[in-house]
């Protein structure tokens, strides 16, 4: 027997098969290696891909372009700024301008359209403050317009009275009338 090899014993059809599965051995690894890049790569598209679906549209930044990691990572930081922080890159696309806040809420309803108003009120045995049973005076109003469409289009207003005690300190006597 040989000390230092010990397949020297072996038949040559043994070490036929050995070497045969050592070959086959190496070429799975390698076959296993690129798969394992290619699976990599995938899932690095993938989330990309994720990110772009669900991702904040309201935090897109159209100047930047696809390898910009890459491009800050191979850039030195000293020859940005010397504090350290990296400039974005230049992808010569043009600024950006800030959106231009638009005008909120609906369009006020045409004036040419006819207005019905109906004011809803308390009765006079209403008029009494349902904790202390003071009289209650008119504080404020508030009105809105909602479009009616039956076989003829108009607009409904509605008033809704404030009541309340005349001593403004008496804020828990405060009644809005919503009918």
Not at 88 to 105: E, I, Q
Request: proline share 8%.
């Amino acid at each position: 027997m040989s000390a230092q090899d010990p397949t020297a014993d072996l038949p040559p059809e043994v070490l036929a098969y050995i070497r045969q599965r050592e070959a086959s051995n190496c070429e799975l690894k390698a076959s296993n290696q690129q798969l394992t890049q290619r699976v990599e790569q995938l899932e690095e598209l993938f989330r990309l891909g994720q990110l772009k679906r669900f991702a904040p549209s309201s935090e897109k930044l159209k100047d930047r372009g696809f390898d910009e990691p890459e491009q800050s990572a191979a850039a030195d930081p000293l020859e940005d700024d010397p504090a350290g922080v990296l400039a974005l890159p230049d992808t010569g696309r043009p600024a950006v301008d800030a959106p231009s806040p638009g005008k909120r809420g609906r369009k006020p309803l045409p004036a040419e359209r006819p207005r019905t108003r109906s004011e809803y009120d308390l009765l006079d045995e209403q008029n009494g403050c349902p904790c202390c049973q003071h009289a209650l005076h008119r504080m404020g109003e508030q009105t809105c317009e909602q479009l009616h469409i039956e076989r003829k289009v108009r607009i409904r207003g509605k008033l809704n009275v404030r009541f309340g005690e005349v001593e403004q300190a008496r804020r828990r006597c405060w009644v809005v009338l919503e009918l």
